[in-house]
């Protein structure tokens, strides 16, 4: 499985902007995704997490009412819809691919994707 993010870029506070991670490989279905992200100078965060089968999910405390992850299995996408950006939602943000939400937040992770850049200007 290779996994490419995209949909980054800059935006003011109180914006959108909706990430993608665009899977190849037929048996992306079978894993759980998570998004993390990394500032500059600072660890790397766990973000969001959907099972296989898009039925549960699960979100970091400072994301939570504002990201919204889902999936398509169709297209091989899982998708992080981010509104109400604030400044410290800059980072950069990587997707992953595992067997379980669990494991993804114990960083137990099979796949990495490359990062996509999030600018949130004050």
């Known amino acids: 499985v290779q996994l490419q993010a995209s949909g980054g870029g800059l935006v003011q506070a109180g914006g959108s902007l909706r990430l993608s991670c665009a899977a190849s490989?037929?048996?992306?279905?079978?894993?759980?995704v998570a998004w993390f992200r990394q500032a500059p100078g600072k660890e790397q965060e766990f973000v969001s997490a959907i099972s296989w089968n898009g039925d549960d999910t699960d979100y970091a405390g400072s994301v939570k009412g504002r990201f919204t992850i889902t999936r398509d299995s169709a297209e091989n996408t899982v998708y992080l819809r981010m509104n109400s950006l604030k400044p410290e939602d800059t980072a950069n943000y990587y997707c992953?691919?595992?067997?379980?939400?669990?494991?993804?937040?114990?960083?137990?992770?099979?796949?990495w994707g490359q990062g996509t850049q999030v600018t949130v200007s004050s």
């Open positions: 490989g037929r048996a992306f279905s079978n894993y759980a």
């Open positions: 992953a691919a595992g067997d379980r939400i669990s494991s993804l937040q114990a960083r137990i992770v099979d796949y």
